[in-house]
């Protein structure tokens, strides 16, 4: 059984930085794992995963912005965000899927576990 915590979140400034963490617990092997993001009134969108293998993938709107990686000796995922914007005040969840790529974790219809959420907000 997967378990996912993220922690991180915060406040900053446009321009500034923030990296949330998400540790995982149980047999995660074989998943794909995905950092999501859902602002209020506003659907949930991906925002990077990554599989198994270490393959990365990211929506265009962070490219060259967030960083995803995995620390596998501490089972934790992180996602470091640079130069953020105000429109990337969301509540951020990892979550994870079983099967091979990452494909879906850009798709919030298939991850099977998710993390409770962390909130990031950026003021102008």
């Known amino acids: 059984h997967v378990r996912l915590v993220e922690s991180g979140g915060g406040s900053v400034q446009a321009g500034g930085s923030l990296r949330l963490a998400c540790v995982l617990s149980?047999?995660?092997?074989?998943?794909?794992i995905g950092w999501f993001r859902q602002a209020p009134g506003k659907e949930r969108e991906a925002v990077a995963a990554?599989?198994?293998?270490?393959?990365?993938s990211y929506v265009d709107s962070v490219k060259g912005r967030f960083t995803i990686s995995q620390d596998n000796a501490k089972n934790t995922l992180y996602l470091q965000m640079n130069s953020l914007k105000p429109e990337d005040t969301s509540m951020y969840s990892c979550?994870?899927?079983?099967?091979?790529?990452?494909?879906?974790?850009?798709?919030?219809?298939?991850?099977?576990?998710w993390g409770q959420g962390t909130v990031v907000i950026v003021s102008s």
């Open positions: 149980g047999s995660y092997g074989g998943y794909c």
């Open positions: 990554i599989d198994s293998l270490g393959r990365t």
């Open positions: 979550a994870a899927a079983r099967g091979d790529g990452n494909w879906r974790c850009l798709d919030h219809r298939y991850p099977e576990v």
